[in-house]
């Protein structure tokens, strides 16, 4: 069956994130690890190099973030984000493997994000976090 006859049977059917998405995890899952990363090659426009699973955006004018907002808010500064985590310019003393609560808004859709963090590096000028559950 070419791709575009695929293509019109698919798009008849109502769609159905889920679905497709649980679809395609199943055969990639089937898929022997070399298959995998030739698919991987193949798509991934920014040529994968296994040195990161998510691309990180680096932010020309960092994004505030309030850390445990609930607590004793922290206001500190996104230097860079990925849909696994980012990196926080702040002062404040956490140590590894602690989790954090972060609230912060993407300042381009003016969208509120609230989720749980785990510190997974310290440097001297901030912390990197990696988010417990994935972001859009």
């Not at 296994?50 to 004018?61: F, V």
């Not at 973030?65 to 808010?73: H, L």
Request: one cysteine or more; charged letters at 30%.
């Amino acid at each position: 069956m070419e791709q575009n006859t695929a293509l019109k049977i698919i798009e008849k059917k109502p769609f159905d994130e889920i679905e497709v998405t649980s679809r395609l995890l199943n055969i990639i899952f089937e898929m022997p690890v070399k298959q995998q990363l030739d698919l991987l090659k193949l798509l991934d426009a920014n040529g994968y190099n296994g040195a990161r699973r998510h691309e990180r955006k680096n932010l020309k004018n960092p994004w505030i973030v309030m850390i445990d907002p609930e607590k004793e808010p922290d206001a500190s500064f996104i230097k860079d984000i990925s849909r696994c985590g980012m990196f926080i310019e702040t002062k404040s003393p956490f140590v590894i493997s602690e989790l954090i609560t972060l609230k912060f808004q993407v300042p381009a859709s003016r969208k509120m994000f609230k989720i749980v963090g785990e510190v997974v590096r310290r440097q001297k000028n901030g912390v990197g976090v990696r988010f417990k559950h994935q972001l859009p």
